[in-house]
């Protein structure tokens, strides 16, 4: 089969304006819910978003992370804050999240500003990793151009032999979240004959208005 040849309908569900809530993070909850129900497909996570970011020049670059949390009606994901992802959100706050529900036809796209967690967040999350993940955030130099695999088994084997004897790892300060406030929130469903239902939450002062998009 070629590119030119694959090509799926959509015909499971519809998206009404009465099927919303009053605001995008509640809708988002109910989603999430669905797209996580126990029929969804073992191997997909559903907690996968891709993630955009900018440079001033312009220069966009995306990559996936997991969504951690919400709190306080923020999107938080963590990652190293000297990686390609950090530096352009250290030089432009602006980023997007997009997230693929295909067993459900759907997909969700934030627009937001992202902006570093309280230490005492980070420092939770990473105790609450496992071990070979906090010590994998421990010696990555995330981004960075490395000569081989062995550079990071040197490391590893390094800190393995320094933390024999404890499990209380040290958080490093380059590693933490971040948390995404949203300013626009599109939730689109598949719908037949390429038809599909795309409504928009954007943010109008305190509140937020609701329009529909062309598909
Ligand atoms: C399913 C999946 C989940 C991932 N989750 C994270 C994550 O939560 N945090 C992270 O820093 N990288 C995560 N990664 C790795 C990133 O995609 C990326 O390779 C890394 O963060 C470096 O990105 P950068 O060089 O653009 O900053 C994940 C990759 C995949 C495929």
């Given at each position: 089969m070629t590119f030119d040849q694959m090509r799926l309908s959509y015909t499971r569900s519809g998206l009404a304006e009465?099927?919303?809530?009053?605001?995008p993070v509640t809708q988002f909850r109910h989603w999430f819910t669905e797209a996580n129900s126990?029929?969804?497909?073992?191997?997909?996570?559903?907690n996968a978003m891709t993630l955009a970011t900018a440079d001033t020049a312009g220069r966009v670059t995306t990559r996936i992370v997991l969504l951690k949390a919400i709190e306080d009606d923020h999107f938080l994901f963590f990652t190293n804050y000297r990686s390609e992802k950090a530096r352009q959100i250290a030089a432009n706050r602006q980023v997007s999240l997009g997230f693929h529900w295909p067993h459900l036809e759907r997909q969700v796209r934030i627009v937001g500003t992202a902006t570093q967690v309280a230490r005492s967040v980070s420092q939770a999350y990473f105790d609450s990793r496992p071990r070979d993940s906090r010590l994998g955030a421990m010696l990555s130099d995330q981004s960075a151009e490395i000569s081989g695999r062995e550079v990071l088994q040197t490391k590893l084997d390094s800190l393995q032999r320094q933390f024999a004897?404890?499990?209380?790892l040290p958080c490093p300060d380059h590693w933490g979240g971040y948390a995404v406030n949203p300013s626009e929130v599109e939730f689109w469903q598949g719908r037949e004959s390429r038809l599909h239902d795309r409504l928009l939450y954007r943010r109008h002062e305190s509140s937020w208005r609701v329009c529909r998009l062309s598909p």
């Open positions: 009465s099927d919303l809530a009053d605001d126990d029929d969804k497909p073992a191997w997909l996570e559903v004897d404890t499990d209380q």
